[in-house]
């Protein structure tokens, strides 16, 4: 019974280092990946300007973009009532919540 409780002892530090270094592998490809598409939607957006300089049409789409960013304050409250009773919604909000206690649980200090 020593043994094992001398044991325990030994090895409960290296069990905690592990969560450490698991917790900051994830944290370090959540970073790697954010800075990746970050990167990727700059340069489509950066290569879809261009092509739309290009072709004359920079500013129709400009006004159509930004037209679209107004209305979607009222468009996505729609889409919430109409989300509210959708299965895939519901799943998608459910898992939602799971990651988000798993992101509390990362970055607890």
């Not at 043994?3 to 790697?32: E, F, G, H, Q, W």
């Not at 990362?106 to 200090?109: A, C, F, S």
């Given at each position: ?90 799943k998608r909000k459910a898992n939602n919540e799971l990651n988000r206690q798993f992101d509390e649980w990362?970055?607890?200090?």
């Open positions: 019974m020593k043994k094992y409780l001398l044991l325990t002892l030994v090895l409960l530090p290296l069990t905690a280092s592990a969560s450490n270094a698991l917790k900051d592998t994830i944290k370090a490809k959540r970073k790697y990946e954010h800075s990746k598409s970050h990167i990727t939607n700059t340069l489509d957006n950066t290569k879809r300007d261009i092509e739309e300089i290009t072709s004359g049409t920079y500013v129709q789409n400009q006004a159509k973009r930004e037209a679209k960013k107004a209305t979607s304050k009222y468009t996505n409250k729609v889409e919430n009532v109409k989300n509210a009773t959708d299965p895939e919604h519901i990362l970055y607890e200090d």
